[in-house]
């Protein structure tokens, strides 16, 4: 491991906004009480990687709660970092491998879930990795709040089909479906915000594909 990792590793470990491991579990069904200290909504980011998303998110929207959860400390340690220097209090990270996601939330806990740019697993002997699998799924649907959205955007257009698959052989409910959000309708403020390496996504002229749906 280089150094750089190291000392992130480290120093993300004093941030007062990120929670690792079992550390997350005592939060369970306490994440808006306890750890943000009000009874706003909570809204994650699966595999979020740096947190860009989730930090805009929490600029844009602070009167909701929202939760980066990844595994690599070494990512979330920029965007932890960069809301701890703005001061943008409605937001923190989870370090955790996203498979043990019930074991960190209560039912009915979550209100929203993105999934943005996620690794699309396309060999068919790795769907059961797909944060979109029927297993994952399930996961999401005992979080969820009635009626909570999913939201997928991904460069991936296997994995769009393949979720849109799933949302219909699951009789999910559909509510946005695009092949080329930017040339759509649908690019608002809040699905126009653009990670890194989605910039280079579309320098490398790649559509991106958008699903909101929920169970």
């Not at 994995?159 to 649908?186: C, F, P």
Request: proline letters at 4%; hydrophobic letters at 35%; a neutral charge.
């Amino acid at each position: 491991m280089g150094k750089d990792k190291i000392r992130r590793f480290a120093e993300v470990a004093t941030f007062s906004n990120v929670l690792q491991l079992d550390e997350g579990k005592v939060m369970q069904g306490r994440w808006a009480n306890d750890f943000f200290k009000n009874s706003n909504p909570v809204v994650l980011e699966l595999a979020c990687g740096k947190g860009e998303y989730t930090v805009n998110l929490a600029r844009m929207f602070p009167e909701k709660n929202f939760i980066g959860i990844d595994y690599k400390g070494n990512r979330i340690w920029r965007g932890a970092k960069t809301a701890l220097e703005e001061g943008v209090n409605n937001v923190g990270f989870l370090r955790i491998q996203i498979e043990t996601i019930l074991d960190y939330f209560a039912p009915g806990e979550v209100d929203e879930i993105w999934i943005t740019f996620p690794d699309p697993q396309p060999q068919l002997s790795r769907e059961k990795k797909r944060l979109t699998s029927p297993r994952f799924l399930e996961k999401y649907k005992q979080i969820l709040k009635p009626g909570g959205f999913i939201n997928l955007k991904t460069d991936n257009d296997g994995l769009h089909a393949y979720t849109a698959e799933k949302i219909a052989d699951l009789g999910l409910n559909l509510h946005v479906r695009t092949e080329d959000l930017y040339h759509s309708a649908y690019a608002d403020e809040v699905l126009s915000i653009k990670t890194y390496y989605e910039r280079k996504y579309l320098q490398d002229n790649k559509n991106i594909n958008y699903l909101k749906f929920s169970f």
